[in-house]
């Protein structure tokens, strides 16, 4: 089962759900899965208030669990593979692993963890731009690193974007000008950063 592709589906199955309400809204998500996709072998979908649960079990045997909780600005979202692939959305811990510096004064939007892979997404004021770019600057020195900087207009201002990737291409941060999930202005900076060796 490509437990990434049924994510998608999830994603808006979950919506449809909250929006019927209870056990009604919760039986018709479970058929639409099931009926839709022979890879699903059996759904059970629990909500409770702004709390939901979900399990789906593929015909290969494989489980994917999806939890989440809040509504609207605080929503979040967990989904967790039959691997150990967890991907966060809305919030998440940054993994412990992971040793490119996350700079404080951000709020982690999403982060992905699979097959020793990890890649975490943070947005900070945009007045944090260039001590952002100092930081990164700082922690990628030396050979073995390539920095690509650019800068495009559009009709909410500009976005500017710099990049680091690593030679072996096992690390990689953008930082980048970006739409503030509060506000939905061009008036926050978005930060990716990606860690990991060939899956």
Known sequence: MVWR?????????????????GNAGEEIAER??????NEIGDIEIDTDNDQFDMSIEGDDGETVNISGSGD?????MVIEGGDGE???FGTGEIPEDMTTPIADGGDVTSTFTADGQMTVMVQYPQSMFDQL??????????????RYESSSNTDDGNVRTVTWV????NASVTVSDCYSI???GLDAVCVAVFEGGES
């Not at 639409?32 to 996709?37: A, F, H, P, T």
């Not at 690593?166 to 291409?169: F, I, K, R, V």
């Open 166 to 169: 690593s030679d072996d291409g």
């Open 86 to 88: 967890t991907i966060t």
């Open 133 to 146: 770019v100092a930081t990164y600057d700082g922690h990628f020195t030396g050979d073995g690193v390539n």
């Open 32 to 37: 639409i899965l099931e009926s839709g996709d």
């Open 5 to 21: 592709k049924l994510a998608v589906a999830l994603v808006v199955l979950v919506g449809a759900a909250a929006a019927c309400g």
């Open 72 to 76: 609207d600005e605080d929503f979040s």
């Open 182 to 184: 509060d506000s939905d």
